[in-house]
């Protein structure tokens, strides 16, 4: 009797050897690793998949500064809650001067990437964006500059790789036509979403895809979508965190995403793209005190401290209970850098470039 779940675990292990021997996975295999309960079958699909991290980008941890520069959104995502119909949002958006000396205070702390998020504010027009960031880059030329600011035209992106931006993080937050259809409204689509990310890809930015785990009308089958998109694309980085209600959002009553399936899927997507930049998310410290230590023990390699002034910090709430919402930007940067440290890994003072498989 004894041998049959000792059969079960070997086949588990083939199936995780196999996915990291043909960088693939089949549906079946997803929605298995899914619903296992088995914690050794776990720990093994965890510890090959930070052994392959550890390959690449060896006991490093990059770390990214980023800046919430407004919470203004002409977009009404139904799961965000800086969407446009949520009344409740107190708004404001960073004078260029505030976004200045948050990098100031960022590159004193040892930031060399920055990241310029915020919700589709059309006050932030291409000119201004275009004098921020080559402000920026004038300032910090040793720095890499990253935008995540939603679906622009292609001469928008243009105009910004120009004056000087290296990165654009844009999730695509499904693949699934009718499952995007549930998470957004009528005016929103999934073929522009994916049409931004290509043109970024091929104007030479260094792209990130993602989506949240655990968002209203998931299943196997449209994460299996989210990870032959990610095959497609190959982006440079993965951004993926668990979904968390937001309580004046129209999914303000359901439930959250686990940290057990966001784990699983980190390790599945490095397994998959062993060179891919992978963050563990606030979202990830925000379900769970050690979600960022777990989710770098399950194969990420990227932390994105909060550089945000502390005054708008509590205003960017995309989720309920966010972490980190009352602490200055040096608080957060040496809490991760010990955190860090508690796992045995290094906070590198870097771009943090992504290490090409070519
Ligand atoms: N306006 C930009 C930035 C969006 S905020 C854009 O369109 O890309 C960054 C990410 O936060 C989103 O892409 C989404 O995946 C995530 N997010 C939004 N609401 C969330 C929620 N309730 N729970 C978890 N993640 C959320």
Redesign the pocket.
Known sequence: MASVPKRCIQMLREIIDRIERERNIDRESLALLLEIKDQEAVSYLHERAREAADRVYGKQVFIRGLIEFTNY?K?D?F????RRSNTCADRYRLSEEEIFSCCERGYELGFRTFVL????DPYYTDDRMVAIIRKIKRRYPDCALTL????KTKESYQAYYEAGADRY???H?TANEEHYRTLHPAEMSLANRKQCLWNLKEMGYQVGC???VG?PNQTVDTIYEDLQFIRELQPHMV?I??????KD?P?GLEK??TMENTLRLLSIIRLIHPHVLLPA?T?LGTIHPLGREKGIQAGANVVMPNLSPVAVRDKYL???NKICTGDEAAECRYCMQRRMESIGYEVVVSRGDYISDK
């Open positions: 959104c977009n995502c799961y965000c809650g800086i998020q915020g919700g589709e995540s600011i939603g679906e993080l844009l999730r937050e993602g989506f949240m968002s951004g965190g668990p979904f968390i209600p937001q959002t999914f959250a995403g998310t979202a995309l989720y309920d």
